[in-house]
């Protein structure tokens, strides 16, 4: 079992703000990191598998940076809306994923 | 189908008693995966399928847990003597192949009482 760290546990942000957090993990054997959201009575739903050192991904409003060497990922949300109010997990692992607590985000009207 | 799907949404059973979930993959994903996050943790892996084998069982808590894959295409997971411990949310996982992509169904919330 590998060691996924994901902070803070939650955040609540006001409507407009953008907010990030992070996940961490280990920096040895590095295969792929996997971001989910995961909204409540949902599927977790990908967004983003990222795989290369200084990577750096974007969905809409969301995006996401890599560093293997020091083994953390951090994801951001710009403009938070409602929508976004969510579990964000992150994994690591190849066919095997680890799977960080997650960060619980409550975007407030 | 569209999705993974995965029956039922909830089961609620008593202690000892033996439950089996469900999960339709994506048609065409050979990988099919089972997951269980208990509350306040992360999804934790309990076994991997590649076609009908089990290629990776070695987070299956114990022997009461066992799964199959008969055509390669559904899987169920079975809980013997279930305990008040095993209550968690199940989660299944399917991909085209091994390390790709994993689309999750919406979970089996099983309750034991």
Not at chain 1, 89 to 97: I, M, V
Not at chain 2, 65 to 82: C, D, H, M, N
Request: aromatic residues 12%; glycine residues 10%.
């Amino acid at each position: 079992i590998l060691n996924v760290e994901q902070s803070p546990q939650s955040l609540h942000v006001q409507e407009g703000d953008s907010t990030n957090f992070t996940c961490s993990f280990p920096s040895s054997n590095f295969y792929a990191l996997h971001w989910y959201r995961w909204e409540t009575a949902k599927s977790p739903e990908a967004l983003f598998v990222m795989t290369l050192n200084g990577d750096e991904k974007k969905k809409g409003r969301i995006s996401a940076t890599l560093n293997t060497k020091e083994g953390y990922s951090y994801l951001y949300i710009k403009g938070s809306q409602p929508e976004d109010s969510a579990t964000y997990l992150c994994a690591f692992g190849d066919y095997k994923l680890s799977f960080g607590a997650g960060t619980t985000v409550t975007v407030s009207a | 189908g569209a999705g993974v799907s995965q029956t039922p949404s909830n089961k609620v059973t008593e202690k000892g008693k033996y439950v089996e979930l469900r999960c339709d993959p994506i048609s065409g994903h050979t990988a099919l995966y089972w997951y269980r996050q208990s509350l306040g943790q992360g999804p934790e892996f309990l076994i991997y399928f590649q076609g009908t084998g089990a290629a990776d069982d070695s987070g299956l808590p114990n022997d009461r847990f066992f799964a199959v894959r008969p055509e390669g295409s559904v899987s169920t997971l079975k809980i013997q003597r279930t305990e008040r411990g095993d209550s968690a949310v199940y989660l299944c996982a399917s991909s085209l192949e091994l390390g790709a992509e994993a689309f999750f169904g919406q979970g089996t919330r099983l309750t034991v009482v």
